[in-house]
């Protein structure tokens, strides 16, 4: 059972963290590069935003319990279970606040048939934050997966 459950915490990482680089660094930026449609490469990329922070909070809960049985009340005084749950506050945090927010200055364009400037400016200013907010998290994502192998330690 602890085989198992070790290669679930390793699997878990790799999934959340590799998750997030490829739909971040990868797949967002083909999607902008070669769809002309740039409605559709927005919805699609905000989609795959919306899997991976799904994943992350799936990811995290089980890295979470993994960390507290396999090091009790120890693993509060170490970096990992910190960053398990910092990362998953930045992504519930896109999942519940930012994504539907911007979702929603999407429809209000939408209503108005064009762009407003100043939904076009909100919007901008969401899309910068929800990038920074994402980079942290990819950046939080690589300490955790230096940290990873103290993990099952």
Known sequence: MRR?????????????????????YLV???LFANLSDRQLAGMVAGKLFALIGWIGLGAAAYLVVFLL?????????GAGLWLVLLMAVLAAAQLFGIQPLMEQLKL???AQEAMASVTRDRFATWHGISSIVYL??????LWLLLWSGRGLR
């Open 69 to 77: 049985a396999r090091h009790g009340v120890r693993a509060l005084r």
């Open 4 to 24: 198992l459950s070790e290669a679930l915490y390793l699997f878990a990482i790799t999934l959340w963290i590799g998750g997030l680089w490829v739909i971040g």
């Open 136 to 141: 942290i998290q990819s950046l939080l994502g």
């Open 28 to 30: 967002a930026p083909v």
């Open 108 to 110: 209000a364009a939408v």
